[in-house]
């Protein structure tokens, strides 16, 4: 695991809130929707596979968006994405188990749970068809990539580096997000994705994470081996309160080689 002292402030405060919340009273049990197959659903039907993330606010994001979440979901759901992620995090992102369960009770797409899963108690709180694990952050990656299993959800094991990717393909990863960006340092790269992804095992779905704004960003994300994206802060638009956030979507999950290049 990290230690603090590599740590942004801002994350290690992410990080001290997160130890501090606790599970809940029963362990969860899930009947997951896939995102494999969703993602192959989107690609049969022409669209780039986005998730789509409802996240209110973050400590890099240029405002907050009070919109009713689940509205949010369904814009983007409408605007053609393959799957919504929903920040659960309530200290620093606005978010809510509460959320989430409201989300996936309106959209039939999967619903990924973000937070910040630390250890296996952390898992029991709410009912998501995948729940992310971060790499660096974990202790026992194996044994919470299993647990999780055990409980119906599918891990989505986030990865920032070569050497994160090697502990995620040993503890088991069949959904690795490569995050471009630097938790320890918040700052985003798009190589870092190009970097890391030759050494994704074929048989692994990939996801690009974090710093695609633009239909060209898209293209160089898929160029470079991603089976979808995950996107947030160009969806959700933070600094303009009235952003249409399924024309965002929609802009993203169509481009196509010859459509807008900017």
Do not use: C, W, Y
């Not at 870092?192 to 779905?205: G, H, N």
């Amino acid at each position: 695991m990290e230690t603090d002292t590599d740590l942004a402030p801002a994350v290690e405060s992410i990080l001290e809130a997160a130890r501090e919340r606790t599970g809940g009273d029963e362990v969860v049990d899930v009947d997951a929707r896939s995102l494999p197959d969703a993602v192959a659903r989107a690609e049969a039907d022409g669209r780039v596979p986005v998730i789509a993330e409802v996240k209110p606010t973050s400590p890099t994001a240029d405002g907050t968006r009070d919109d009713d979440p689940v509205e949010l979901a369904e814009a983007m759901v409408e605007g053609g994405a393959t799957a919504i992620s929903v920040l659960t995090e309530p200290s620093h992102f606005g978010g809510s188990p509460e959320a989430l369960t409201r989300i996936r009770e309106a959209v039939d797409v999967p619903v990924l749970r973000k937070d910040f899963v630390l250890e296996e108690e952390g898992m029991d709180v709410v009912e998501a068809d995948l729940l992310l694990l971060i790499a660096r952050f974990v202790d026992d990656l194996e044994g919470l990539v299993a647990a999780a299993r055990e409980r119906g959800f599918q891990p989505l094991v986030e990865v920032h580096d070569r050497a994160e990717l090697e502990t995620a393909v040993e503890a088991g990863a069949e959904i690795i997000g490569v995050n471009n960006r630097d938790l320890a340092r918040l700052e985003v790269d798009l190589e870092t994705f190009e970097s890391v992804a030759p050494e994704v095992p074929d048989d692994v779905t990939l996801i690009a994470e974090s710093g695609v704004s633009s239909p060209a960003d898209v293209r160089r994300m898929r160029a470079a081996g991603a089976d979808a994206l995950l996107v947030g802060s160009a969806i959700m638009d933070h600094g303009a309160g009235d952003s249409d956030v399924t024309e965002n979507t929609r802009r993203l999950v169509r481009t196509g080689d010859g459509d807008d290049q900017t």
